[in-house]
């Protein structure tokens, strides 16, 4: 702790809305229903989506116990390399800290592509000069106070849910077959080829939703972390499957993967509920959408950047982003994420790369196998964690039972998305490049305990400091202006 730096986040500025807000966002709804949901119709041919979307939102929900239990106790920005360090030990912490930095930075910077390519094709142009525009509209609200942010990430996240609700209600009261159909949730539609295949897209379009965590230092209520991710995982899984259902609905199970095929399917079965002018908000605010997941992601890589740079496992110049010791934005932080994606962008630009079949395919990807992998990790931390950090009488289901369900769970989702990352990729059958991206996680997280290691040697002090580095909360006063 004496080696680090003693700044901090301004406390309690993130009430438990505000933490249930950035995990939702994150996930996007509006971009599941429109590009989600369609995609894996259309590429898996599962009838049996929503039941699917219902399992995996249970499992995700499984592994937020132990994880979240761990960032209450830690109230650490860097939520994944905190409670490795804590939990099994300094090595594992700063390895799960890079992969945290690739997978968030990943997963945001994707983002860009899926918003040029979107705006590209229906207004012509460059995409990567609406990434730009993009990027300097993040970039500005990753250095305000998270406040502003969480305004503007909650204000679309309520009107995307509400066209999701829209969207339920205009294929149910319409249905192809004349009948509402509950084909959608049969058990025995998940004993088909595709099913594996489902799973790995579900999996990575609930990725994001561990976002709270990392905003302990800021919370008003460090144990709302637990009820706000867990509800957002459950109450998105909920909402996706009735999605999924709906589309099945109306447009008859038989034949919603040959029709998902069609990118205009959603819009056309909101236009059932008003006319034209439904589908075109929905198409608005499907950019809005997909800004907001952008600045969430943004914000979460940004405080891993600060908390790092603070106990100088990261260049310690990265910490400095405000005046005194209370820190309203990791400035450095944040302006480290927007430098790090203006330079993907224009590599994927300078390439002549798809935006979309490339740019945000390959790296979304990478970011959701990443999460996957770092929440099992948490739940085996949670196991393992000392009294110390788990306390003297530690509650037999946040720290026992359910992160060993959890990690059950999150082994055979893991598996899945692994054995079918080809499908995630849209590579050709049998191809062994999709195999790249356990590969490079791997080699992130071995390049991660090499510097501890090195830390371990030169600088001990750093090294004894891992995951432990959060001020003490009277060195840093209260600021109750700024609450949400």
């Not at 040029?116 to 993009?134: D, N, P, R």
């Not at 609200?141 to 066209?163: D, E, F, H, P, Q």
């Not at 970011?367 to 931390?381: D, F, H, I, Y």
Request: proline letters at 5%.
């Amino acid at each position: 702790m004496s080696a680090g730096l003693q700044v901090a986040l301004t406390r309690r500025t993130v009430t438990p809305a505000g933490l249930w807000v950035f995990g939702a966002a994150a996930s996007a709804p509006l971009v599941v229903l429109v590009g989600g949901i369609p995609a894996i119709y259309a590429t898996t041919g599962v009838v049996a989506l929503p039941l699917t979307y219902v399992l995996v939102a249970v499992g995700v929900a499984l592994l937020a116990v132990g994880y979240t239990a761990m960032a209450a106790r830690v109230g650490h920005p860097a939520a994944y390399y905190a409670i490795l360090a804590r939990g099994v030990g300094p090595g594992w912490g700063v390895a799960a800290g890079m992969v945290a930095l690739v997978a968030y930075g990943a997963i945001q910077t994707s983002l860009y592509g899926l918003l040029g390519g979107t705006l590209a094709g229906a207004f012509g142009g460059a995409w990567w000069v609406y990434a730009a525009v993009a990027l300097a509209v993040v970039g500005a609200l990753g250095v305000r106070t998270i406040v502003l942010s969480t305004r503007v990430l909650g204000t679309v996240l309520v009107v995307s849910l509400l066209i999701v609700v829209v969207f339920v209600v205009a294929g149910a009261s319409q249905p192809a077959a004349g009948a509402v159909s509950w084909e959608g949730f049969e058990v025995s539609g998940l004993a088909v080829t595709g099913i594996g295949g489902a799973v790995a897209f579900v999996v990575a379009s609930l990725m994001g939703v561990d976002a709270a965590g990392s905003f302990g230092e800021e919370s008003i209520d460090k144990t709302s972390i637990g009820r706000a991710m867990i509800g957002a995982a459950l109450v998105l899984g909920g909402a996706y499957a009735l999605a999924a259902w709906a589309t099945g609905v109306a447009v008859g199970p038989g034949s919603v993967a040959e029709q998902a095929a069609d990118p205009g399917l959603p819009f056309a079965v909101l236009e059932r509920a008003g006319g034209w002018w439904v589908g075109a908000a929905a198409g608005v605010l499907l950019v809005f959408a997909i800004i907001t997941s952008m600045v969430a992601f943004h914000c979460v890589f940004a405080r891993y950047v600060f908390a790092m740079a603070r106990e100088r496992t990261l260049p310690v110049g990265l910490a400095r982003g405000g005046s005194g010791k209370r820190v309203k934005a990791p400035r450095n932080g944040s302006l480290t994420q927007t430098v790090v994606a203006a330079g993907v962008v224009a590599g994927f630009g300078v390439a002549g790369l798809d935006p979309i079949g490339q740019m945000f395919t390959w790296l979304s990807s990478l970011g959701a196998m990443g999460l996957l992998s770092l929440l099992l990790a948490a739940s085996v931390a949670a196991l393992k964690a000392p009294p110390e950090v788990s306390g003297p009488r530690p509650g037999v289901w946040q720290w026992r039972l359910a992160p060993f369900l959890g990690s059950l769970a999150g082994c055979v989702l893991l598996g899945l998305m692994i054995l079918n990352a080809g499908p995630l990729l849209g590579a050709a059958p049998g191809s062994a490049y999709p195999y790249l991206l356990p590969v490079i996680l791997l080699g992130v997280a071995g390049l991660g305990g090499m510097w501890a290691g090195h830390l371990r040697q030169v600088r001990p002090e750093v090294h004894a400091g891992i995951g432990h580095g959060t001020p003490p909360t009277n060195a840093v006063p209260d600021d109750v202006d700024f609450n949400i």
